[in-house]
C-alpha cells in the first residue's frame, strides 16, 4: 500500500494545476490587483552583493525586477509549482539573470543549506501566505533562514478594514475561487515573532487596508531563541 500523499504533496499539485495554463497570463492579470509588491521591492534596500531569496517567487516576475533595482545581488526563488519555476526561469535569462537559483521547494520547510547558503540577507514573500495552507510555519521557516542583520518582506491582502463591508465580502468571495484567504491574524503573528526574537518590526497598510505590508528586521548580533 503506498503512503498517503502529504499536505505539502497535495499542495504542490493542486498550484500545478491551476497554473498549468494560468502561467501564461499570470502577470497580465494579477497586476491590476497585487498592489504594494513593487514598494515593497523599492524598500528591500539589498546590498551588493547579498543574497535575495523570493519564496513562492511564481513567475519570477518580481525577482527579475529585484535583479533589475539591485543588479549585484544574487537571486534565490522557490515554488511549490514546477509549472511556475518553469515561467520564472525562463522570465529570469531574458532579463539577464540565468544565475538565479530557482528551486522546487515547500514554504513551510526549507533552509537556506539547501540552497547551499548558510542564510539570507533578503527574503521575500509577495502574496504567497494567503496561498500557503500552514502559512504561519512558512513565516518561521523564512525567519530561521535569515542572516544575522538580515530582514524578511511580506506584501500580501490586508481585512480591508477602510473599505465597506460589502465590498471585503465580495473581494474574499472571489479570492477563495483561486485558493486564496488573506490572513487576518497576519499583523499579530509577526507582532509575537519579532517581540520573541527582539527583532525590530514596521507595519504598513495600503489602500485603506487593500494590503498589508510586513517588515521583520533580525537582530545583527542576538541569536534567536
Known sequence: MSAAPSVGDSHARLMDRMYRYQR???DFTRKYYLF?????I???DAPPGGSVLEIGCGTGRNLAMIGDLYPRARLFGLDISAEML???KAKLRRHGRPDANLRVADATNFTAASFGETGFDRIVISYALSMIPDWQKA???AIGAL????SLHVADFGQQEGWPGGFRRLLQG???RFHVTPRESLFDVMRARADRDGAALELKSIGRGYAWIA??????TERLA
Open 24 to 26: 501564461y497570463i499570470y
Open 36 to 40: 504594494g509588491r513593487d514598494t515593497l
Open 42 to 44: 523599492c524598500e528591500l
Open 86 to 88: 518553469a515561467t520564472a
Open 139 to 141: 513565516v518561521d521557516a
Open 147 to 150: 542572516n544575522p542583520g538580515g
Open 174 to 176: 472571489w479570492l477563495k
Open 215 to 220: 517588515v521583520y528586521r533580525r537582530p545583527a
